[in-house]
């Protein structure tokens, strides 16, 4: 297909979890996604969540080890938000669930840019990122120049 358009997008998201009640929880009640679809077969548990009609994500029970930024894989998930105060509003639900975060606050994505966000970690650790593409122009840059999702 090479010289061709891409027309690929993304469809949905899957993430292996070592426990699926404590993911479903922690993305259902702090995030927000609702359940499309629940499977609770043993040995064969999954989750299905989404906006309410279109899936977004599938959690997998099937981890036996937290997520490791030591392994090729999945970087980091990125979601964004749409203002910078929906995602203040995430970063106090984080806060008060006791997520890890990467930065203090909000942080621009580099020295300059108006876009950033709010960069913690899931109950297994699994990197993730909340943002803007703009509103962010106050905000800190804890990497200067290079990109701050990508070292956290």
């Given at each position: 297909m090479k010289g061709t358009a891409v027309t690929l997008r993304t469809g949905h998201?899957?993430?292996?979890?070592?426990?699926?009640?404590?993911?479903?929880?922690?993305?259902?009640?702090?995030?927000?996604?609702?359940?499309?679809?629940?499977?609770?077969?043993?040995?064969?548990?999954?989750?299905?969540?989404?906006?309410?009609?279109?899936?977004?994500?599938?959690?997998?029970?099937?981890?036996?080890?937290?997520?490791?930024?030591?392994?090729?894989?999945?970087?980091?998930?990125?979601?964004?938000?749409?203002?910078?105060?929906?995602?203040?509003?995430?970063?106090?639900?984080?806060?008060a669930y006791g997520a890890d975060f990467a930065h203090e606050g909000v942080v621009a994505h580099r020295e300059g840019a108006g876009s950033g966000g709010i960069f913690f970690h899931d109950p297994d650790g699994t990197r993730l990122e909340i943002s803007v593409p703009?509103?962010?122009?106050?905000?800190p840059a804890p990497s200067g120049t290079a990109p701050t999702c990508g070292f956290f």
């Amino acid at each position: 297909m090479k010289g061709t358009a891409v027309t690929l997008r993304t469809g949905h998201i899957g993430l292996n979890v070592t426990d699926l009640d404590r993911s479903l929880a922690f993305y259902r009640d702090v995030l927000g996604f609702t359940p499309l679809a629940e499977g609770k077969e043993e040995g064969r548990r999954y989750a299905f969540l989404g906006d309410g009609e279109t899936l977004v994500l599938t959690l997998w029970q099937q981890a036996e080890q937290p997520y490791g930024p030591d392994r090729a894989g999945l970087h980091h998930l990125a979601f964004e938000a749409d203002s910078i105060e929906r995602v203040r509003e995430y970063e106090q639900a984080l806060r008060a669930y006791g997520a890890d975060f990467a930065h203090e606050g909000v942080v621009a994505h580099r020295e300059g840019a108006g876009s950033g966000g709010i960069f913690f970690h899931d109950p297994d650790g699994t990197r993730l990122e909340i943002s803007v593409p703009s509103g962010a122009e106050e905000a800190p840059a804890p990497s200067g120049t290079a990109p701050t999702c990508g070292f956290f």
